[in-house]
């Protein structure tokens, strides 16, 4: 009996633990994303493919290239589309050219500006 409620107390700390690690890990993202927003260089990208994970509560990917200033070739990289309770529709298309900001020492740390703009105080 006791061996029972050992095994359901360990799988809900587990669970505790992990939902924990989520939710901190989401708002890392959200910090990051609004950061390089706020400090940001621009440029043009395309969208180069758009990923909706099959698993109910993961963030659709959108993964697109761009052209930093004073780089000898193109970097692609993918944006984490962290908004809550909006829909598909607002998400531009594959080929479509978008609005990039990316942080100049490190441009692989890239954002679609139009997609994180609403996360913005």
């Known amino acids: 009996?006791?061996?029972?409620?050992?095994?359901?107390l360990a799988f809900l700390a587990g669970a505790l633990v992990a939902m924990v690690a989520s939710v901190r890990s989401v708002a890392l993202g959200?910090?990051?994303?609004?950061?390089?927003l706020k400090r940001g260089a621009v440029a043009q990208g395309r969208i180069l493919r758009i990923w909706r994970p099959p698993v109910l509560?993961?963030?659709?990917?959108?993964?697109?290239?761009?052209?930093?200033?004073?780089?000898?070739?193109?970097?692609?990289?993918c944006h984490v589309d962290r908004r809550l309770g909006e829909w598909n529709?607002?998400?531009?298309?594959?080929g479509s050219f978008v609005r990039v900001k990316y942080l100049p020492e490190r441009p692989s740390r890239a954002v679609i500006a139009?997609?994180?703009s609403r996360f913005m105080d």
Do not use: K, N
Not at 57 to 77: C, H, I, K, M
């Open 57 to 77: 509560g993961a963030f659709t990917r959108l993964y697109f290239e761009f052209q930093p200033e004073d780089a000898p070739q193109s970097v692609q990289t």
């Open 114 to 116: 139009r997609l994180v």
């Open 89 to 94: 529709a607002s998400l531009p298309a594959v």
């Open 30 to 36: 959200s910090q990051l994303q609004q950061e390089i």
């Open 1 to 8: 009996m006791l061996a029972e409620h050992i095994s359901a």
